[in-house]
């Protein structure tokens, strides 16, 4: 049973950084691409940032700001985020692709919460 677990939420000031990683159980982290996604009180869950064997891709509003990357020794993913602003306040979901149809998710974490004060 694939199982992903978020960590590294927190509260940050507007500027700083915060690493969230992802554990994932029951598949190898290689296996499918991943991502992640994020929620904001009162809005629809948005696309954030996506690794796969083709290499990654992200939402322009944190372009150049988050790093999305694989540990494959920890079998984890990994979300570098610099330069936060208040809005990317959010709960910050990880996300494993279908292996048939890399275009749809086919296991979510829980999320984990990252409040960005200015």
């Known amino acids: 049973q694939v199982q992903l677990v978020e960590s590294g939420g927190g509260l940050v000031q507007a500027g700083g950084s915060l690493r969230l990683s992802c554990g994932v159980s029951?598949?190898?982290?290689?296996?499918?691409?991943m991502g992640w996604y994020r929620q904001a009180p009162g809005k629809q869950r948005e696309f954030v940032a996506r690794?796969?064997?083709?290499?990654?891709n992200y939402a322009d509003a944190v372009s150049g700001r988050f790093t999305v990357s694989r540990d494959s020794g920890r079998n984890s993913l990994l979300l570098q985020m610099n330069s936060l602003k208040p809005e990317d306040t959010a709960v910050y979901y990880c996300?494993?692709?279908?292996?048939?149809?890399?275009?749809?998710?086919?296991?979510w974490g829980k999320g984990t919460l990252v409040t960005v004060s200015s």
């Open positions: 029951g598949t190898s982290i290689n296996f499918a691409p």
């Open positions: 996300a494993r692709y279908n292996t048939g149809d890399p275009s749809r998710v086919a296991y």
């Open positions: 690794i796969s064997s083709s290499g990654t």
